[in-house]
């Protein structure tokens, strides 16, 4: 089924859905978010070889929304039935986006695709990771461009709760006052920054906003990692979990990723 991908030289998009890693991943729990997400694509693959051992295909390949675009979905039927084991409003949906480029489209395609492939009409909360190629500083005018988006889902109750990542107190300031949904949710690694910043934390505090700490790298995903060779270039990351509430139990767990081939000069 990749290898079909590879040879079709009309796809330009590819986007791949993990399916819930939770019902076959035993690797240790010490590894980094990127190892796992590594790991995790490698499902998709391994999923194809166990289907030409074996004649068991747990692997979708389906039509994206134009002729050029193709959906990669590993065990989807088993993902929706996790999810459905509970009632919508027992359950929190919690997501997180990364994106690489401040493309107001690409970030509407990613949520869409999480909704799409979830198969719910909200989740309970998403964070943004903004960083853009080349390990340049967050220019919050290009963040708006995604807050933009995000925000319109939240208008429309389908995304609860909105969150930011790695900002600093100031450009934190912009964006919150800038905002018609502002951030209620900062995360900030605290592998770049062993103390939180008392500014941020005050900031955080008079204005409600959640602080939280995460451990996740800046590029969650390189091209050079993408599962499919032919030159693509990854357009954003999904991570999203869903919590039984009532007992704090984490029952799914995945990846979506979006990939396009880049362009030959």
């Known amino acids: 089924m990749l290898t079909e991908i590879v040879n079709n030289p009309k796809l330009e ?12 991943d035993n690797a240790t729990p010490l590894r980094t978010s990127h190892e796992e997400l590594l790991d995790s694509l490698k499902l998709c693959t391994d ?10 295909d747990d692997l979708q390949l389906v039509t994206g ?3 050029n675009e193709a959906h990669v979905l590993r065990a ?9 084991e509970n009632q919508r409003n027992e359950i929190s949906i ?12 690409g970030v509407q395609e990613a949520v869409k695709a999480l909704m799409d492939i979830l198969k719910v009409d909200y989740v309970d909360n998403l ?50 006052s800038y ?7 900062a995360q900030i690694n605290l592998a770049n920054c062993c103390v939180v910043p008392p500014e941020l934390k005050e900031f ?32 954003w990351v999904m991570r999203y979990q869903v919590h039984v509430r009532c007992r704090g139990v984490l029952t799914a767990k995945g990846y979506i990723v979006q990939a396009t081939k880049k362009k030959e000069l």
């Open 179 to 185: 905002a018609r949904v502002p951030p209620t949710i």
């Open 127 to 176: 964070v943004v990771a903004y960083h853009p190629h080349g390990g340049d500083a967050v220019d919050v005018n290009s963040l708006k461009n995604i807050w933009n988006v995000l925000q319109e889902f939240a208008e429309k109750k389908q995304i609860c709760q909105l969150g930011i990542a790695d900002l600093d107190s100031s450009s934190l300031q912009q964006l919150h």
């Open 76 to 84: 989807q039927k088993e993902l929706q039935e996790k999810i459905l």
């Open 204 to 235: 955080c505090t008079q204005n409600d906003i959640q602080l939280l700490t995460h451990g996740d790298p800046e590029i969650l995903l390189a091209d050079n990692d993408f599962t499919i060779p032919g030159g693509y270039t990854v357009d």
């Open 94 to 105: 919690g997501a997180k986006l990364f994106v690489n480029n401040a493309s107001g489209m």
């Open 65 to 67: 929304h134009s002729d």
């Open 13 to 24: 998009k590819i986007l791949i859905s993990t399916g819930n890693i939770l019902n076959v």
């Open 47 to 56: 999923c194809q070889a166990a289907a030409a051992a074996d004649g068991k």
